[in-house]
């Protein structure tokens, strides 16, 4: 692949981060834009080496993989998309969580 791929955030998990994104805001105050750097970070690296995530397990999906955001303890699941070539974000998910997300 040459070049950045563009990620596409599904409505589902742009609501998730959109939640997530608000509570850091509230509930962090001394760091209250580190999620957004940490997605922003994230998006950019997702753009450049689509395959960089591990592949997921316990989905239905085929093709999904997550990359752990340390900073912020979510992971984000995405896959990727051959035709045209897009990163598609499924979902975000906190690491705290016992399970995986339903894709």
Partial sequence: MSGPVPVRIVRSAARAIQEAAEW????????????AIEL??????LSSQPTIGARARNVRLTGVR???????HYYLYYRVIAEPVV????????????????L
């Fill in 24 to 35: 850091w805001v509230a509930n962090r105050p001394k760091a209250p834009d580190g999620f």
């Fill in 40 to 45: 922003e970070r994230a998006i950019q690296l």
């Fill in 66 to 72: 997550r990359m752990h955001l340390t900073r912020v």
């Fill in 87 to 102: 990163v598609e974000v499924l979902a975000l998910w906190h690491t705290s969580r016992g399970s995986s997300p339903d």
